[in-house]
């Protein structure tokens, strides 16, 4: 690891200046900067401290129903605050299932969204891959047991947050500030595939600073889970996620809106609109639940050794869709 100094600027406007310097990261929890330090996949210069500003800090529910959660609240804060666990309760499941409990305490939701790909290749470093400049993913041919199954190519990592696809599905927005101003983006539009840049995950541009997220008010119909499969139950990332919202008139059985994003299948936390559309529009039940889950993955497109994340996504979408209605699985 390299010899680098820690700035701690006095707000948010200095934090953005100092970022547009070569070699100076952005640093709250410092989990995954720490990692890719130690891993010399990150030289950084500077780390530029962001915890303690208060722009970046703080859960909020407006009284619009309106959920904003600052970039530097720990993981731990969202899994165990009561507004958040019963109205928006996929989120709270996401950030609860992050890591350990000592994580959970120091990471945030700014750095689990924004954490790096956890790929053996990119994070080897002896090992020149397409994502750190090369000209070569090696997971094509190579050990790929834990990479994409949808929307691979040219790079097939898989992104690794556990709340980015809860987020997308309860229609999250992330606020940033930068340089150029301030700016408000989707989050589902906020990550990038490996087809626009190999090297990158996301839109955020030199100097810009994710602030916070805002999640829009949810009605009395709306039910969300969070569900994933892992090797180890102690302390280990997705090998498949899925977050689902359903909505439903009170007391209705049909599925007026729906939203299915699925995690660690894809370079980005991967929507399916399909699977959206078959289960929109008729009464929720085990059988819907189940086509759900079959067109969820009808475009997936296994590697050598990762066949078997097919069968898990299946299960865990169908899982998660009965759980969120209310019914034991069947």
């Known amino acids: ?54 722009e970046l800090d ?10 904003r959660l600052g970039a530097t609240v720990k993981l731990s804060e969202v899994a165990e605050h009561p507004a958040i666990r019963a109205k928006f ?14 994580i959970r305490n120091l990471g945030t939701v700014g750095g689990n969204i924004l954490q ?40 097939f990592i898989v992104h690794p947050s556990n709340l980015a696809p809860a987020l997308i599905a309860m229609r999250a927005s992330a606020t940033i500030i930068g340089p150029a101003g301030q700016r408000t983006v ?18 955020l541009k030199p100097g810009e600073i994710i602030t916070g997220v805002i999640v829009p008010a ?25 977050a689902i919202v359903i ?23 991967w929507r399916s609109q399909a699977a959206e559309a078959v289960l929109k529009g008729g009464p929720l039940e085990e059988s819907r639940a189940r086509a759900t889950s079959e067109a969820a993955l009808k475009d997936a497109q296994p590697m050598s050794d990762n066949a078997y994340k097919v069968v898990i996504a299946k299960v865990i979408v169908r899982r998660a869709i009965m759980h969120a209605a209310g019914m034991e699985d069947a």
């Not at 100092?18 to 410092?30: I, K, M, P, R």
């Open 58 to 67: 703080g859960i909020e529910v407006r009284p619009s129903g309106e959920l």
């Open 1 to 54: 690891m390299n010899r680098f100094e820690v700035i701690t600027p006095a707000d948010v406007a200095s934090a953005s200046r100092l970022l547009t310097e070569d070699g100076n990261v952005a640093f709250a929890g410092g989990v995954d900067v720490i990692d890719l330090s130690k891993q010399n996949i990150a030289s950084p210069a500077a780390l530029v401290n962001l915890k303690g500003l208060k």
């Open 218 to 242: 949810v009605s009395a119909g709306v039910r969300s889970h969070y569900l994933e499969a892992r090797e180890k139950q102690s302390f280990d990332w997705p090998l498949v996620s899925v």
């Open 186 to 203: 989707e989050l589902e539009k906020f990550f990038t595939l490996p087809t626009v840049d190999p090297k990158r995950e996301n839109s």
């Open 247 to 269: 909505d439903r008139a009170p007391g209705a059985k049909t599925v007026r809106d729906a939203r299915v994003v699925m995690g660690a299948v894809a370079p980005i936390p």
């Open 116 to 155: 790096r790909p956890r790929c053996w290749y990119f994070r080897n470093p002896d090992v020149v891959c397409l994502k750190k400049g090369g000209d070569t993913c090696y997971s094509i041919g190579g050990l790929n047991r834990y990479h994409a199954i949808l929307g691979g190519g040219p790079s």
């Open 89 to 102: 309760t996929a989120i709270a499941e996401a950030a609860g299932e992050a890591a350990t409990p000592q």
